[in-house]
């Protein structure tokens, strides 16, 4: 195998592993991981469109569609006009930004003492890297989609 191909086998298992413990501390949390996303997407406090939390999050349009019909109808989600435009903003509503922080209470705990520990040994770079890797990974498979 080659180094390029080991580093990256290396990277995709890594990211599977905490894929997985998302996974994990969402099923033990009650919460089903794509309304996680969207509680995670809209908890900094910053209204997006559904559009944009499909394609920052990689979730379906349907999903999230369905995520956000459902959060509407709990109260945890408003939809504002979004100028002229047909795509509404989401917020979170004062309920919903509550559901949010006792939903997301374990995933800031054990996400801020990994990165903390994290940060004891690595340069904070290393997310700006893996940003950058995951762009140039995106580039690379939509030139790949327009060969096929």
Same mark, same amino acid.
């Given at each position: 195998?080659?180094k390029?191909r080991e $580093?990256?086998?290396r990277l995709m298992?890594?990211?599977? %592993?905490?894929? #997985?413990i998302?996974? %994990?501390l969402a %099923?033990?949390? #009650?919460? $089903?991981v794509?309304? !996680?996303? !969207?509680?995670?997407?809209?908890?900094?406090?910053t209204?997006?469109?559904?559009?944009?939390?499909?394609?920052e999050w990689?979730i379906?349009k349907?999903t999230i569609?369905t995520i956000? $019909?459902e959060?509407?109808?709990a109260g =945890?989600?408003? !939809?504002?006009?979004?100028?002229h435009?047909?795509e509404?903003?989401l917020y !979170?509503?004062p309920e919903?930004q509550a =559901?949010a922080? $006792?939903?997301l209470?374990?995933?800031?705990?054990?996400?801020?003492?990994?990165?903390e520990?994290t940060?004891?040994s690595?340069?904070p770079a290393f997310?700006?890297d893996i940003? %950058?890797y995951?762009?140039?990974?995106?580039?690379?498979a939509?030139k790949?989609d327009?060969?096929?």
């Amino acid at each position: 195998m080659s180094k390029d191909r080991e $580093k990256v086998r290396r990277l995709m298992v890594s990211i599977n %592993r905490i894929d #997985g413990i998302w996974y %994990r501390l969402a %099923r033990r949390s #009650g919460v $089903k991981v794509n309304m !996680l996303s !969207l509680l995670f997407a809209l908890d900094d406090g910053t209204p997006r469109t559904q559009k944009q939390i499909c394609e920052e999050w990689i979730i379906p349009k349907t999903t999230i569609n369905t995520i956000v $019909k459902e959060c509407v109808a709990a109260g =945890y989600v408003r !939809l504002l006009q979004n100028g002229h435009s047909r795509e509404k903003l989401l917020y !979170l509503t004062p309920e919903g930004q509550a =559901y949010a922080q $006792k939903a997301l209470r374990l995933f800031y705990q054990v996400e801020n003492a990994a990165m903390e520990r994290t940060l004891q040994s690595c340069s904070p770079a290393f997310i700006e890297d893996i940003g %950058r890797y995951a762009e140039n990974l995106r580039e690379e498979a939509e030139k790949a989609d327009a060969i096929l």
